[in-house]
């Protein structure tokens, strides 16, 4: 009995950080993209499935986990390799300019053009913060997770797979740029908060900041504001405020979301608590 062929979908969006990340999100069986390129880079991560493709005067093949690296301006194309099984994959369209600037900030350096020598590679890591990012970008992730789940899949992108070696400036002791940081988050909890904003409370780049906030407290900035905004959560379900209205009065985005997070950080959903409390 042959299985029936599923339905082709695409979702297509513009991500409202560092002045607009395109996305594509694609579910393809019989269709064939044509000869084609990007201004920008295209990285992005096969889902299911296996794409053939041709670029760079060679066929190419992506299967599922692997990472596509595709430079500016060279010619490609797409298609399944079996038409039956399709493949599915989530790409990220990033300016030059907004590359090269976070080689710049990873370094502390000026940088040259950045080129992707290898089109597919396997970085199970890797593949893991960019699916992280992308999902992240279309289930409406706040614009501080946003950024910081950006900055960190790239730079474990570009320190392990550009044309050059890419050595992280080394981290100096900015305790009270940490301490700002905390304080700033604690009391802005339940309010949405750009890395860029952080960053200048902090007086260093965001991607500065990103890294010593990290080695410092454990956590990325935006963890860190979900954690502070948790723990608020708990004081006032204790209360006897509604699962609803704690949600709403802690920042997250809706009911459905405060209690994934909830779980994820207390190990027990709000409903649960609420009993034991």
């Known amino acids: ?41 295209a990285l992005g991560v096969i889902e299911h499935g296996v794409n053939v493709f041709d670029y760079r005067g060679a066929q190419r093949i992506a299967s599922a986990g692997e990472i596509m690296l595709l430079n500016p301006a060279e010619v490609h194309t797409g298609k399944a390799a079996d038409k039956r099984e399709g493949w599915s994959f989530r790409m990220l369209f990033v300016d030059p300019k907004l590359l090269k600037q976070v080689r710049e900030e990873i370094t502390g350096k000026a940088s040259d053009v950045l080129f992707f020598s290898a089109a597919v590679i396997r970085d199970d890591s890797t593949a893991r913060r960019m699916l992280e990012l992308h999902r992240g970008l279309e289930n409406s992730a706040s614009t501080l997770e946003s950024e910081c789940l950006f900055l960190m899949a790239l730079t474990q992108l570009l320190t392990a797979h550009t044309d050059s070696t890419i050595n992280s400036r080394k981290i100096g002791n900015e305790s009270s740029a940490v301490a700002r940081v905390r304080e700033f988050l604690f009391f802005h909890a339940r309010e949405s908060v750009a890395l860029g904003e952080l960053a200048r409370v902090a007086n260093l780049s965001p991607y500065h900041l990103l890294r010593v906030f990290r080695a410092e407290t454990g956590l990325p900035p935006h963890a860190y504001q979900t954690q502070i905004r948790i723990e608020q959560a708990k004081q006032l379900l204790r209360r006897d405020f509604t699962i609803s209205e704690t949600a709403q009065v802690t920042g997250f985005f809706d009911q459905a979301h405060f209690s994934k997070q909830f779980k994820r950080y207390v190990g027990i959903t709000p409903g649960r608590f609420l009993v034991r409390n």
């Open 1 to 41: 009995m042959c299985r029936r062929i599923e339905k082709e979908t695409a979702k297509y969006w513009v991500a409202d950080i560092f002045g607009g990340l395109d996305c594509l999100y694609g579910r393809y069986f019989t269709f064939s993209f044509a000869p084609h390129f990007h201004n920008a880079y």
